[in-house]
């Protein structure tokens, strides 16, 4: 029976490469790079020896080692983490990372898990904001009219649905504390970048823990951004001190550098938000 011509060949992708010198034609190649396959990886580029249709079984085992197993990737990294992040942190500055997530995707994949979890136990409605920005209206002279207090919150909600945007930009300022809190030990801006990223995505998922008991407890928004707060203080502590070493100067440092990031990014964010709404709003 003819093959329908919309069927998919035993192999449904072949790279537009020439097999390397001396190899025989039929001879296993790599998908990668075309070069000879002498086992399980390419010899050239370690790319893994696929052969044959991709199954939903593949499929399946691929993600489990990429995800899930236990010698690397992101399950690896959150439980070392968790339990010595100088170590991870060390390990990725002097080059050995293959066992670990990167930084940047473990911030996307830590800030995902906690705007879900917020979404879950809180929600993202607007009338919480509205009450925190309502403060900004009272009093003998207040900062903002209702009008411009309703601005405020729906700018507020829009940057609380994007995550990892703001986890970000506080990270800069707080990057850049800590290179110059702890220039003494020679640590660099990138190194020091590194260590934010990991320490702030870790923070993500420690609060993500809180978040049950929050719940739990009825807790304001004013109540979550203090225990948000905390969370990060503790994390960069911790984490300060198994980088540095032990003793309480690295832990009070990390903090320090958090307070000083946090202030930074506070003033600049307030201010800015502030500045937009008083010259658009009346």
Do not use: K
């Not at 979404?119 to 993202?124: K, L, P, S, Y």
């Not at 049950?212 to 503790?234: E, K, N």
């Amino acid at each position: 029976m003819p093959q329908s011509s919309s069927s998919l060949p035993s192999s449904a992708y072949a790279p537009d490469v020439a097999p390397s010198p001396g190899a025989s034609p039929d001879a296993p190649r790599c998908l990668h790079c075309g070069a000879a396959l002498p086992g399980r990886f390419c010899a050239d580029c370690g790319h893994p020896a696929h052969r044959g249709r991709l199954t939903v079984r593949g499929l399946a085992h691929e993600l489990t080692q990429q995800f899930l197993a236990l010698d690397r990737g992101l399950w690896h990294t959150v439980l070392e983490l968790a339990r010595r992040p100088g170590v991870v942190i060390r390990a990725y500055i002097a080059g050995h990372r293959r066992r670990y997530v990167g930084p940047m995707t473990y911030l996307f994949f830590a800030s995902a898990v906690l705007l879900l979890a917020i979404e879950v136990a809180f929600g993202n409605d607007l009338a919480r904001y509205q009450e925190s920005a309502r403060q900004l209206t009272t009093g003998d002279h207040p900062l903002l009219t209702a009008a411009q207090a309703d601005a405020w919150a729906r700018i507020d909600q829009r940057f609380g649905s994007q995550m990892t945007a703001m986890t970000l930009l506080m990270a800069v300022p707080f990057t850049i504390a800590f290179r110059r809190i702890f220039r003494a030990t020679g640590i660099n801006l990138a190194e020091s970048g590194v260590f934010t990223l990991y320490t702030f995505a870790q923070t993500a998922l420690a609060y993500v823990l809180l978040i049950p008991a929050l719940r739990l407890a009825g807790a304001t928004h004013a109540h979550r951004s203090f225990a948000t707060l905390g969370c990060y203080m503790v994390m960069c502590a911790y984490a300060a001190h198994s980088f540095f070493g032990p003793g309480q100067r690295a832990r009070r440092r990390g903090i320090l550098a958090f307070a000083a990031g946090y202030l930074a990014f506070l003033l600049l964010f307030a201010g800015t938000t502030f500045a937009y709404v008083v010259a658009t709003v009346r």
